[in-house]
């Protein structure tokens, strides 16, 4: 069963930080929420989440994919965390997949994880600056998936589905969501 994390830190995008777990969970993809400290963190709307664990308890070598929800505080706590730093480069160097929605494909920017030569997306305005960036509302570079926000989350999580299991099952789950067609 392919295992994926997914950091949780104040500020973050709570629509995009549940969807991910949900969907992926629902696909039987194994999902480890795990916050940048002990206890509730409270997201970008004020939603109060408690993650599946901290993120000292994780040994990130045993997961397949990292996903980092967005907004603004939490993208920039996690950007400011060396843990995540440290977790991002691993896996770039191990080939695993990296996967990124609304501000937080910034973090992949700034710390070189995403090239001059890779395509990508993000909330607009945040990076649009940087070479590769698309508009897009998903993007695939490699092995790092972006995408543009709150809006774009399902789709984002579905393509994960995809990715990590394969197209039936994310046509199950889409299905079973009542998503569009």
Known sequence: MPKVLVPFAEGMEEMEAVIIVDVLRRAKIEVTSASLQEG????????????DTSLDNIDFETFDMIVLPGGNGGTKALASDKRISEILIEAKKKGQWIAAICAAPTILVHQNILTNQDRFTSFPGV?????????????????????????????????????LRDEKTMLEVKEALQLPK
């Open 127 to 163: 990076v649009s600056e940087a070479p590769g960036y698309t508009g897009s509302r998903l993007e695939i570079s490699g092995k790092i998936v972006t995408s543009v926000g709150p809006g774009s989350a399902f789709e984002f999580s579905l393509e994960l589905v995809r990715i």
């Open 40 to 51: 509730i963190v409270t997201a970008s709307r004020g939603v109060r989440l408690l993650a």
